[in-house]
């Protein structure tokens, strides 16, 4: 099984070009099965048992994710199928086993326009003096992704692979590589953001020098590629520096992207590709969210008092 487990991950990273954060989570899934079942039991032992026992096991796991478990059992389907069209396996065990779970729907959480409002309100300036410099960065940085991430609806791990190679400012266009190395360009509705990215760039060439400018599109306090853990505390020290009651965080703000163009009229399809979903039904979520707009319009337009009130 342990041999079997490392060509599978060897088959997803080189053939299929999955990314380093989905080879991660397969190695974890598949330690977990393997935890179960034994990591030096033979592949002729394999058994469709295997499959529901470590399924019953997870799902009676306290404080295990329902959504989760579901994503354990179709890693562990990925590597039966793989094991079954290498002829590794002489039979299916998927043929024999049913299991269904039924994930609770929880709409995205986004941020009121008020709220944005309230965020991007204040802009900071870059100090050049050590003493105060360092968080005088990080809230400027701070500012700066939370404006990215709104307009573009980003993954925040999207936005720390970008070079500054990828963008192509003439166009206003960045080239992201999302899930599944699946390529698309994310475009700006202006430039005023693009001209705010090239005043940090400035900002960052007097600061750190010219060495790591084609490293990253933004930076820490020490000069190093920001991080996911990095801009996830600058952005919530940021939030709470404007009072904002609500913790605040990256995937909120590509929440808020997407409700914020659907609720402008634009079509569910260009926001499909905005976001880097694979399916519309993932976007359609959204329109949960934007439906108190839509209730809004109908009760403005008061169709009953012009149905039943009198021409005289």
């Not at 940021?238 to 609720?263: C, F, G, K, V």
């Amino acid at each position: 099984m342990a041999e079997a487990c490392e060509r599978f991950l060897n088959y997803c990273q080189v053939e299929r070009q999955l990314s380093l954060h989905t080879i991660r989570a397969y190695r974890h899934d598949l330690s977990c099965f393997t935890g179960l079942t034994g990591a030096q039991q033979p592949l002729e032992a394999f058994s469709a048992a295997w499959i529901e026992t470590a399924a019953q096991s997870w799902s009676s796991t306290p404080g295990l994710k329902v959504i989760t478990v579901k994503r354990r059992v179709a890693c562990i389907k990925a590597f039966v199928r793989w094991l079954f069209r290498r002829r590794l396996l002489s039979f299916n065990p998927l043929e024999r086993i049913c299991l269904e779970f039924k994930i609770p729907k929880r709409l995205p959480r986004n941020l009121r326009t008020e709220e944005i409002k309230q965020l991007v309100a204040w802009t900071p300036q870059a100090s050049d003096h050590e003493g105060a410099s360092r968080r005088s960065w990080d809230q400027l940085t701070a500012r700066l992704v939370i404006e990215v991430l709104t307009l573009t609806g980003l993954r925040i791990g999207e936005l720390v692979r970008i070079r500054p190679a990828d963008m192509d400012r003439q166009l206003g266009q960045i080239r992201i590589v999302g899930k599944g190395n699946r390529e698309r360009s994310v475009s700006f509705p202006d430039q005023v953001t693009l001209l705010r990215l090239r005043t940090y760039q400035e900002q960052v060439q007097r600061r750190f020098g010219d060495a790591t400018l084609a490293s990253a599109l933004f930076f820490n306090g020490l000069g190093r590629p920001a991080n996911e853990q990095y801009l996830r505390r600058v952005i919530r020290r940021y939030a709470e520096s404007t009072q904002l009651t609500r913790r605040i965080t990256p995937h909120m703000l590509r929440h808020t992207a997407a409700t914020q163009l659907l609720e402008a009229g634009l079509d569910m399809r260009f926001v499909q590709r905005l976001l880097g979903h694979s399916s519309i039904t993932t976007t359609e979520l959204y329109t949960h969210v934007a439906d108190h707009v839509l209730r809004s319009e109908i009760a403005r337009a008061n169709v009953r008092e012009r149905l039943e009130t009198s021409d005289n």
